[in-house]
């Protein structure tokens, strides 16, 4: 009897304690966003070296890869589906090496996610010291962690594939 009493609670709490949030949310592309000129409007992002996020309806990955080449205006990016039943609130977390004054390495902001909805979030290099190579990492998160991670590698390397669908001669 006491056997089948710890079964039921070690499986109550198993459904309890999950997290079927990490499976709500689907990475369908992950890379480069070319420049294109394309500006929206800035929403405060406390939590952000620029007190900000732009947000760009309509932005697409335009090169699948993880080898992201340090180009001013380019971005790296994911796109994402919120497969939630409900609408939720997520942030979204950029990981980099230090930068800025005070060799900041996180910059977060929060965005509701519609149940459906796909989503491109881009760290776009706009000014000189977000230049900075090495690791960087896009998370999405909610109150119960980390629900997708996704790891960049920021290099001064060319990409060919990178200056072929963007057009980019600085990159060759």
Not at 49 to 64: A, C, F, K, N, Y
Not at 83 to 92: D, F, H, I, Q, V
Request: aromatic share 6%; charged share 15%; proline share 7%.
């Amino acid at each position: 009897m006491r056997h089948r009493l710890i079964q039921a609670l070690t499986i109550l709490i198993a459904a309890t304690c999950a997290t079927p949030s990490v499976a709500q949310v689907e990475l369908l592309a992950a890379g480069v966003v070319c420049p294109d000129g394309r500006s929206g409007p800035m929403r405060d992002a406390p939590d952000t070296l620029v007190g900000g996020v732009r947000e760009i309806p309509g932005l697409s990955i335009d090169v699948e890869t993880r080898a992201i080449p340090m180009i001013p205006c380019l971005g790296l990016g994911i796109e994402t589906r919120w497969a939630g039943e409900t609408a939720r609130t997520l942030r979204m977390a950029t990981l980099h090496p230090p930068m800025g004054t005070d060799g900041v390495t996180r910059q977060v902001y929060s965005k509701v996610m519609e149940p459906g909805a796909v989503s491109t979030r881009a760290y776009t290099f706009e000014f000189a010291y977000e230049m900075v190579p090495g690791a960087w990492t896009l998370q999405v998160e909610d109150a119960t962690g980390i629900l997708l991670s996704v790891d960049f590698v920021v290099t001064d390397t060319p990409n060919a594939a990178v200056t072929q669908a963007c057009g980019l001669f600085l990159n060759s």
